[in-house]
């Protein structure tokens, strides 16, 4: 009985890397050419995308289908992807980079990894939306909203600011999330356009509020769609999302009016990688985002913003024309650190 | 009597037992043990030098961070987390692990398999599933209502994290326990009764110091399982220094500071490891040179301890199981939109399982000789093996995911995104997991066993096939688990290392979280929480088999 058991450990063992060559082997005639030489496949574009398969991969199956160009994606996180074509390098296997946040663009902008866009990709969207460089090109907007509960807040006792939340009436009834990447932009945005002094003591102030702290969008709206808190600063989206998802809930999406900073619009965008070997079919992507089915399944699929071809916005939505923005470099590393720095000597981060 | 020690009584059966001591043990060990050994170090410690490379270029900008306050309160947070999860862990798991192994207690395998089923709950998933269930608007909370419940204790900060992470980390220990449990002679503990010790002195005075390495093993990866851990502390609002870490890549894209503070993560393991190496006991080896093993005979009877001892496993397998399953199967009730895409199930439960199978087999086998390196032969010579297998533990995935995406495109890029990188950094991540079972369950076969194969001409590597494997096969069927489950739920490094287009139960589960879609991902999680009870499930059906 004993011996029995023995062999068959033994067995297994034995057979293990068997079985793993095997399943080596067998996926790799599929990959086949790409083991021994990385650049053997010119036909087929790589696209490295720090958005959602779930958001965006019907637009990237139909952009495939409509140009017949082959491609293939690697989804991740979009700092996690950004940070994996910087330590690629020169090796990067990477054609086209679609990222969640302009700010993830900007990484590889600062670090020369972007090649330059032609100016009929660039020309499709106002300036406020792309690299000023022109290395990247804002394809969707999302705006920073304030979100709330319906049942514990009446839109009449909502503020004219998000600068009115550091207000004692808001105490213990806030959710934010300051290690996101979109709230993050959101605070550089403050400190362009009212200054270092007035956006710490915003940031002080809603310290003071004793807010929630969740680690990124969903949890803050999910939260605030279980009443767990009064209002939360958020991308507008998200909202929707849950709405699809679990029907009617108790939440709204404010749009502080008259260009408030709370209504910051960011971009999720695109930019060629520097020494892809597919530029054509990469450009032809790029290119893509901007055409008007792409725009058009951003404003029916995603709720976002389209940024080209005068696409309509979600009729829920107010327009993009009335959100002003704040002129600042959505992509500018240096503001970012100094956002970080600042959200440290907080000590919210 | 003249026992002083606590260990006295163990060292005076064992003695009595062997009949005194020889050493027949050569003066160093052989070389294919060392190489092999050093190539698997060495292969462990690839993501430590990207990490030197990297924090090169961070500057004064690191110090400055380090050297703020706030630097240090995260960094007791951090210790504190990993202290009290580790406390946690040990205390539910060892009477878990001794009532399975050493008990009568009923439907002991089917306890067994349901309590190491938290170890596939992907930490963040953990994370949402307690803020569900327990949070101020959670289902209980909502239950409660009706009673007159206003508020629940608060589960976020240090108490939610806690909570999160001892339930979802304790198997880890478990299994270690268990293993050394099973392959423990129960000649020492028959001796201790009949000397009349009653059974908690037998359990207290030779039962736990024989336990000591296994307790110290899977301790170790608990402890540095939380310091490491992301998803969890982020959803629960606990600010520890790998949340630090998470901040500069996803805030700043620096990867030179992240680096910077990721080192000192290592230095914390280095203390981690220290103490660890203090606490395990010092004797080397717990084993009688009978090599006798625990069998159904030798069973504890319960007695009227056998309803709370259910009540027990019951209760855990409640909170760490059926809550989980509970949470996310109300997100499936709870939604109004299209039905989950069950039809891509299939392909992903096989992604997952072979991968993970393949890492649990392998990690096996390459953590065997470092491990019988180790528990044999002189500390001074081997601790360096030791370090480097458990340094680099400590580090969270994207750390680890990321030094061999750079190793992997600019030194190797003919294996860069294929299996063979993806498994071998599924290896370099998770080899701890079967090289801490390994160790425990070698430090029980008593050396005497070995001397007297090599005495009658057997070869080093003869004996080690013909009578080590055999004894320690406990610790490497629970090794191979630990990594089999924990590369079930892996995600950084299947996400960056996979092959293009490669997705896993995992990453699936991730990819609609992310993004709020708590619906679609249900059906997904529930299949990831079935595929880890496989491996029990087969070894049962091996067992019956056999026994039949």
Same mark, same amino acid.
């Given at each position: 009985?004993?011996?029995?058991?023995?062999?068959?450990?033994?067995?297994?063992?034995?057979?293990?890397?068997?079985?793993?060559?095997?399943?080596?082997?067998?996926?790799?005639?599929?990959?086949?050419?790409?083991?021994?030489?990385?650049?053997?496949?010119?036909?087929?574009?790589?696209?490295?995308?720090?958005?959602?398969?779930?958001?965006?991969?019907?637009?990237?199956?139909?952009?495939?289908?409509?140009?017949?160009?082959?491609?293939?994606?690697?989804?991740?996180?979009?700092?996690?992807?950004?940070?994996?074509?910087?330590?690629?390098?020169?090796?990067?296997?990477?054609?086209?980079?679609?990222?969640?946040?302009?700010?993830?663009?900007?990484?590889?902008?600062?670090?020369?990894?972007?090649?330059?866009?032609?100016?009929?990709?660039?020309?499709?969207?106002?300036?406020?939306?792309?690299?000023?460089?022109?290395?990247?090109?804002?394809?969707?907007?999302?705006?920073?909203?304030?979100?709330?509960?319906?049942?514990?807040?009446?839109?009449?006792?909502?503020?004219?600011?998000?600068?009115?939340?550091?207000?004692?009436?808001?105490?213990?009834?806030?959710?934010?999330?300051?290690?996101?990447?979109?709230?993050?932009?959101?605070?550089?945005?403050?400190?362009?356009?009212?200054?270092?002094?007035?956006?710490?003591? $915003?940031?002080?102030?809603?310290?003071?509020?004793?807010?929630?702290?969740?680690?990124?969008?969903?949890?803050?709206?999910?939260?605030?769609?279980?009443?767990?808190?009064?209002?939360?600063?958020?991308?507008?989206?998200?909202?929707?999302?849950?709405?699809?998802?679990?029907?009617?809930?108790?939440?709204?999406?404010?749009?502080?009016?008259?260009?408030?900073?709370?209504?910051?619009?960011?971009?999720?965008?695109?930019?060629?990688?520097?020494?892809?070997?597919?530029?054509?079919?990469?450009?032809?992507?790029?290119?893509?985002?901007?055409?008007?089915?792409?725009?058009?399944?951003?404003?029916?699929?995603?709720?976002?913003?389209?940024?080209?071809?005068?696409?309509?916005?979600?009729?829920?939505?107010?327009?993009?024309?009335?959100?002003?923005?704040?002129?600042?470099?959505?992509?500018?590393?240096?503001?970012?650190?100094?956002?970080?720095?600042?959200?440290?000597?907080?000590?919210?981060? | 009597?003249?026992?002083?020690?606590?260990?006295?009584?163990?060292?005076?059966?064992?003695?009595?037992?062997?009949?005194?001591?020889?050493?027949?043990?050569?003066?160093?060990?052989?070389?294919?043990?060392?190489?092999?050994?050093?190539?698997?170090?060495?292969?462990?410690?690839?993501?430590?030098?990207?990490?030197?490379?990297?924090?090169?270029?961070?500057?004064?900008?690191?110090?400055?961070?380090?050297?703020?306050?706030?630097?240090?309160?995260?960094?007791?947070?951090?210790?504190?987390?990993?202290?009290?999860?580790?406390?946690?862990?040990?205390?539910?798991?060892?009477?878990?692990?001794?009532?399975?192994?050493?008990?009568?207690?009923?439907?002991?395998?089917?306890?067994?398999?349901?309590?190491?089923?938290?170890?596939?709950?992907?930490?963040?998933?953990?994370?949402?599933?307690?803020?569900?269930?327990?949070?101020?608007?959670?289902?209980?909370?909502?239950?409660?209502?009706?009673?007159?419940?206003?508020?629940?204790?608060?589960?976020?900060?240090?108490?939610?994290?806690?909570?999160?992470?001892?339930?979802?980390?304790?198997?880890?220990?478990?299994?270690?326990?268990?293993?050394?449990?099973?392959?423990?002679?129960?000649?020492?503990?028959?001796?201790?009764?009949?000397?009349?010790?009653?059974?908690?002195?037998?359990?207290?005075?030779?039962?736990?110091?024989?336990?000591?390495?296994?307790?110290?093993?899977?301790?170790?990866?608990?402890?540095?399982?939380?310091?490491?851990?992301?998803?969890?502390?982020?959803?629960?609002?606990?600010?520890?220094?790998?949340?630090?870490?998470?901040?500069?890549?996803?805030?700043?894209?620096?990867?030179?500071?992240?680096?910077?503070?990721?080192?000192?993560?290592?230095?914390?393991?280095?203390?981690?490891?220290?103490?660890?190496?203090?606490?395990?006991?010092?004797?080397?080896?717990?084993?009688?040179?009978?090599?006798?093993?625990?069998?159904?005979?030798?069973?504890?009877?319960?007695?009227?301890?056998?309803?709370?001892?259910?009540?027990?496993?019951?209760?855990?397998?409640?909170?760490?199981?059926?809550?989980?399953?509970?949470?996310?199967?109300? $997100?499936?009730?709870?939604?109004?939109?299209?039905?989950?895409?069950?039809?891509?199930?299939?392909?992903?439960? $096989?992604?997952?399982?072979?991968?993970?199978?393949?890492?649990?087999?392998?990690?096996?086998?390459?953590?065997?000789?470092?491990?019988?390196?180790?528990?044999?032969?002189?500390?001074?010579?081997?601790?360096?093996?030791?370090?480097?297998?458990?340094?680099?533990?400590?580090?969270?995935?994207?750390?680890?995911?990321?030094?061999?995406?750079?190793?992997?495109?600019?030194?190797?890029?003919?294996?860069?995104?294929?299996?063979?990188?993806?498994?071998?950094?599924?290896?370099?991540?998770?080899?701890?997991?079967?090289?801490?079972?390994?160790?425990?369950?070698?430090?029980?076969?008593?050396?005497?066993?070995?001397?007297?194969?090599?005495?009658?001409?057997?070869? $080093?590597?003869?004996?080690?096939?013909?009578?080590?494997?055999?004894?320690?096969?406990?610790?490497?069927?629970?090794?191979?688990?630990?990594?089999?489950?924990?590369?079930?739920?892996?995600?950084?490094?299947?996400?960056?290392?996979?092959?293009?287009?490669?997705?896993?139960?995992?990453?699936?589960?991730?990819?609609?979280?992310?993004?709020?879609?708590?619906?679609?991902?249900?059906?997904?999680?529930?299949?990831?929480?079935?595929?880890?009870?496989?491996?029990?499930?087969?070894?049962?059906?091996?067992?019956?088999?056999?026994?039949?």
């Amino acid at each position: 009985m004993r011996m029995n058991r023995r062999t068959l450990l033994k067995s297994s063992l034995a057979l293990a890397p068997v079985a793993l060559g095997a399943a080596c082997g067998r996926v790799s005639v599929t990959t086949g050419e790409d083991a021994d030489t990385p650049a053997a496949e010119p036909s087929t574009l790589t696209v490295y995308s720090g958005r959602n398969e779930n958001l965006v991969g019907p637009l990237l199956e139909q952009f495939a289908q409509d140009t017949g160009t082959e491609i293939q994606v690697k989804y991740g996180g979009g700092a996690e992807i950004a940070a994996t074509i910087l330590e690629e390098g020169d090796n990067s296997p990477a054609d086209v980079f679609y990222a969640q946040d302009a700010g993830a663009l900007g990484a590889l902008q600062a670090e020369n990894r972007l090649a330059p866009l032609p100016d009929s990709i660039l020309d499709a969207v106002e300036p406020r939306f792309r690299s000023p460089q022109g290395l990247w090109v804002g394809a969707s907007g999302r705006a920073r909203v304030v979100v709330y509960n319906t049942e514990s807040v009446q839109p009449a006792d909502l503020p004219p600011s998000v600068l009115n939340f550091v207000e004692p009436a808001w105490k213990g009834r806030i959710g934010w999330a300051p290690t996101n990447g979109s709230f993050q932009a959101f605070v550089t945005a403050m400190r362009v356009t009212l200054g270092e002094d007035r956006t710490r003591a $915003w940031l002080e102030g809603i310290k003071a509020n004793e807010p929630k702290v969740y680690p990124k969008n969903t949890p803050t709206v999910q939260a605030a769609v279980d009443g767990e808190i009064h209002a939360g600063f958020v991308n507008h989206y998200y909202l929707f999302r849950i709405r699809a998802e679990q029907g009617a809930v108790p939440a709204e999406n404010y749009f502080p009016p008259n260009g408030d900073l709370g209504s910051l619009v960011n971009v999720a965008g695109a930019g060629v990688i520097a020494g892809a070997r597919n530029v054509a079919a990469a450009e032809e992507f790029v290119a893509y985002l901007l055409s008007q089915p792409a725009q058009e399944y951003f404003s029916e699929s995603t709720y976002e913003y389209p940024l080209a071809h005068g696409v309509a916005a979600h009729p829920d939505l107010p327009p993009l024309a009335a959100i002003e923005t704040p002129d600042i470099d959505l992509s500018d590393l240096a503001d970012l650190r100094g956002t970080l720095e600042l959200l440290q000597d907080v000590g919210l981060i | 009597m003249a026992t002083s020690s606590k260990t006295g009584l163990l060292g005076a059966l064992n003695e009595a037992l062997q009949g005194g001591r020889r050493t027949l043990r050569s003066a160093g060990p052989p070389l294919p043990l060392l190489a092999l050994s050093g190539v698997v170090a060495i292969g462990i410690m690839l993501p430590l030098a990207y990490l030197a490379l990297r924090a090169a270029g961070a500057g004064d900008e690191l110090w400055r961070l380090l050297l703020r306050p706030r630097t240090a309160l995260i960094l007791f947070n951090s210790v504190a987390l990993a202290a009290a999860v580790t406390a946690g862990a040990v205390a539910i798991s060892v009477p878990l692990a001794w009532l399975v192994a050493r008990s009568d207690l009923p439907w002991r395998r089917a306890w067994t398999g349901l309590l190491i089923v938290p170890l596939a709950v992907p930490s963040y998933v953990g994370g949402f599933v307690l803020i569900g269930a327990l949070g101020p608007r959670g289902m209980l909370q909502r239950l409660l209502e009706p009673l007159g419940v206003e508020r629940l204790p608060e589960i976020y900060g240090f108490g939610g994290a806690w909570l999160s992470l001892t339930l979802f980390t304790y198997p880890y220990v478990f299994l270690v326990v268990r293993a050394a449990l099973q392959g423990m002679d129960p000649a020492l503990e028959e001796a201790s009764r009949s000397l009349g010790q009653s059974g908690w002195t037998t359990f207290r005075r030779i039962t736990l110091p024989q336990l000591r390495p296994a307790i110290a093993a899977g301790g170790l990866l608990v402890a540095l399982y939380t310091l490491s851990d992301f998803g969890a502390v982020s959803l629960l609002q606990f600010d520890t220094f790998t949340r630090v870490i998470y901040v500069h890549y996803q805030g700043s894209f620096d990867r030179h500071l992240a680096a910077g503070l990721a080192l000192v993560l290592v230095v914390i393991t280095l203390l981690v490891l220290t103490l660890e190496q203090r606490s395990r006991g010092r004797a080397d080896h717990y084993g009688s040179p009978r090599g006798g093993r625990s069998s159904a005979q030798g069973r504890v009877p319960l007695g009227r301890w056998r309803l709370p001892a259910s009540v027990l496993c019951l209760g855990v397998v409640l909170l760490a199981v059926v809550m989980p399953a509970l949470t996310v199967g109300y $997100w499936l009730l709870r939604s109004v939109a299209h039905t989950p895409n069950f039809s891509a199930l299939p392909g992903l439960a $096989w992604n997952t399982l072979w991968v993970s199978a393949a890492a649990g087999f392998l990690a096996v086998a390459l953590a065997l000789p470092v491990a019988y390196l180790t528990a044999r032969y002189p500390r001074r010579l081997t601790r360096p093996f030791e370090y480097a297998v458990y340094l680099g533990y400590g580090l969270p995935g994207i750390v680890i995911a990321l030094s061999l995406v750079f190793f992997g495109a600019n030194v190797a890029p003919g294996i860069y995104q294929t299996f063979y990188l993806l498994i071998a950094a599924y290896l370099i991540r998770f080899l701890p997991q079967a090289y801490g079972n390994l160790r425990a369950s070698i430090l029980q076969v008593h050396p005497a066993l070995e001397e007297a194969s090599r005495s009658l001409g057997r070869s $080093w590597f003869g004996t080690l096939r013909a009578v080590t494997l055999p004894l320690v096969r406990g610790g490497a069927t629970a090794g191979g688990i630990l990594v089999f489950i924990t590369t079930l739920k892996e995600l950084p490094i299947t996400l960056l290392l996979g092959p293009i287009g490669f997705k896993t139960l995992a990453t699936e589960v991730w990819s609609l979280t992310a993004e709020g879609f708590f619906a679609a991902a249900a059906p997904v999680i529930l299949v990831l929480l079935g595929v880890s009870l496989l491996p029990t499930l087969l070894l049962q059906v091996r067992y019956l088999n056999i026994d039949a």
